[in-house]
């Protein structure tokens, strides 16, 4: 089945600890994403690629670094420099069409906790 | 800045009742995209709709229904015959276009409104 894998699905890690959040999809799409979710908050945008080896700040890009390899593959790494990294986080690809990209589709989220 | 605004947090109905949910954004795009996810317990947003900026026609798919307004700038969504499956979070969110296409630079999300369908 074609979809967008997260692991794990829970992590803890100890504070002043760097974190790399798996993100692999199977769909073939071309740009990829990840969120920050906050209790009772919507979805905030941290990076986001739109093709291999190229990727962008989003609105809350401090404290965290991606990669971008493989076009399979966007791992989210939570540094030190994250002052508030407990959170839930969302990956998410969408296929380019054209000129255009379609709708954005998400995978079943990490939930990090910093002890 | 775009931004979206779902006012209502939480909305508790019982089943059976027609309940609709309000999204109201900003652009200073004249293009730009609308979408509707939901996010049940397990977390997992899922797709619902995409609409963009010049398709201002009524959609229904079943007992959902979504009424575009660009001259209030709103994006309702209207759940017909509630059922307890429909309780989750509905989140809207919206992509200013540009040259990349809609969805390109990542969604501007709403804060989510909460909906409880009480058997």
């Known amino acids: 089945d074609g979809g967008i894998t997260q692991s794990p699905k829970y992590l803890f890690r100890k504070e002043g600890q760097n974190v790399t959040l798996s993100c692999e999809q199977n769909l073939n799409h071309d740009a990829m994403y990840w969120y920050r979710q906050d209790p009772g908050q919507g979805l905030r945008l941290i990076y986001y690629s739109q093709i291999v080896n190229d990727f962008q700040k989003g609105d809350i890009a401090e404290g965290y670094s991606v990669s971008r390899e493989k076009k399979e593959s966007f791992p989210l790494t939570v540094t030190s420099a994250q002052k508030n990294p407990t959170a839930f986080y969302l990956c998410a690809s969408s296929k380019r069409s054209g000129g255009y990209y379609n709708e954005q589709f998400f995978g079943p989220g990490t939930r990090l906790t910093v002890l | 800045a775009q931004k979206v605004t779902q006012a209502q947090t939480e909305i508790s109905v019982v089943e059976k009742e027609d309940v609709t949910l309000d999204c109201v954004y900003e652009t200073r795009d004249t293009t730009y995209y609308l979408f509707w996810y939901k996010q049940p317990p397990s977390g997992e947003l899922v797709f619902l709709i995409r609409?963009?900026?010049?398709?201002?026609q009524n959609e229904i798919s079943g007992r959902y229904s979504w009424n575009f307004q660009k001259s209030t700038s709103s994006f309702n969504f209207t759940i017909t015959a509630s059922q307890v499956v429909d309780s989750a979070v509905y989140f809207c969110a919206l992509s200013e276009a540009s040259y990349s296409g809609g969805g390109a630079d990542g969604l501007t999300f709403g804060k989510g409104t909460h909906l409880i369908i009480q058997p």
């Open positions: 609409r963009n900026s010049f398709d201002e």
